[in-house]
């Protein structure tokens, strides 16, 4: 039975190098909350496609599910060498974005790679990713091994900072995030070219928005941008050197499309880095904890 009380981070997994990535990383922000890990493979079985006289659909069923042992033990064995954390797995017949979204309730994010095979197959063309995005209460990140993934040290997380509702907590989830790997912490606003707005307007914002979560973590460094751009291309230039791009799934102003829109998609499945998916509510973006993973 789970302990509901428990925080947890739930992980697809699916046998691919990407997600073992995922599931590592999802490992050290699990130690960091004092969180279990909870890895999901899914998987459906097809209706067509594939010659029922030679593999009967029991047969079938039973190879997919070996599959997935193989699968959830490669990314158990990375998670046992990477992190000490309590980790339980789940092998579920189904989408994998229906299993997915019904394993996180509750969760303190979901975390999926960027490339997959078997029940993720597509990822990359955005099936599993854009769907969780899109109907997830908690915040999904997709994992992606980036250039600062080598360079470690220095590399910002990077926050896009708008004036939408759920703007404060994609700040709060990047706070959380750098504190968690001892990250510099990158605040952005931008201004389309066509726009007419005050950049002190958009100082003022980033100001507010920032105030109390840099109360909550002073040991964070913050560096705060404001110009006036293109929103996707900005944020995919400063995503390079990132260890993350932190953004919500809805915006306004600048990110006004963020709802699974052009500038979602093209930040989900082309920035360098990793990026996370912060929704309106639910999961650690209505919740403040600590290190610890009690609420505050």
Request: with cysteine; glycine share 10%; hydrophobic share 40%.
């Amino acid at each position: 039975m789970t302990d509901s009380s428990t925080p947890r981070i739930v992980v697809g997994v699916d046998g691919s190098d990407s997600s073992t990535r995922a599931a590592v990383w999802a490992a050290h922000q699990a130690a960091w909350y004092s969180a279990k890990l909870c890895l999901v493979h899914a998987y459906v079985v097809p209706q067509r496609g594939y010659p029922r006289f030679l593999v009967p659909v029991k047969a079938l069923r039973r190879g997919l599910r070996e599959q997935a042992d193989s699968a959830l033990r490669t990314a158990t064995e990375a998670v046992r060498e990477a992190a000490g954390v309590r980790t339980e797995t789940r092998t579920v017949e189904a989408n994998p974005v229906v299993a997915l979204l019904r394993e996180s309730h509750g969760a303190l994010m979901t975390v999926v790679g960027s490339r997959g095979l078997g029940g993720f197959a597509g990822m990359l063309a955005g099936s599993v990713t854009l769907g969780l995005s899109e109907h997830s209460r908690v915040p999904v990140v997709v994992v992606r091994q980036g250039r600062a993934h080598q360079a470690g040290g220095e590399s910002p997380v990077v926050v896009g900072v708008d004036a939408s509702p759920n703007s404060a907590n994609a700040v709060s989830f990047a706070f959380r995030a750098a504190a968690a790997c001892s990250a510099p912490l990158t605040a952005v606003h931008v201004h389309e070219e066509s726009s007419a707005a005050d950049p002190e307007q958009g100082r003022r914002l980033l100001s507010e928005q920032m105030a109390g979560e840099q109360r909550e973590h002073p040991d964070v460094v913050v560096e705060k941008v404001v110009m006036r751009a293109r929103v996707v291309r900005t944020l995919l230039d400063l995503a390079r050197d990132a260890r993350l791009l932190v953004v919500g799934n809805r915006g306004s102003g600048g990110f006004r499309e963020m709802l699974l829109g052009s500038t979602t998609r093209s930040l989900v499945l082309h920035a360098d880095c990793s990026v996370a998916v912060v929704p309106v509510e639910g999961g650690t973006t209505s919740r403040r904890q600590d290190g610890s993973g009690r609420e505050r």
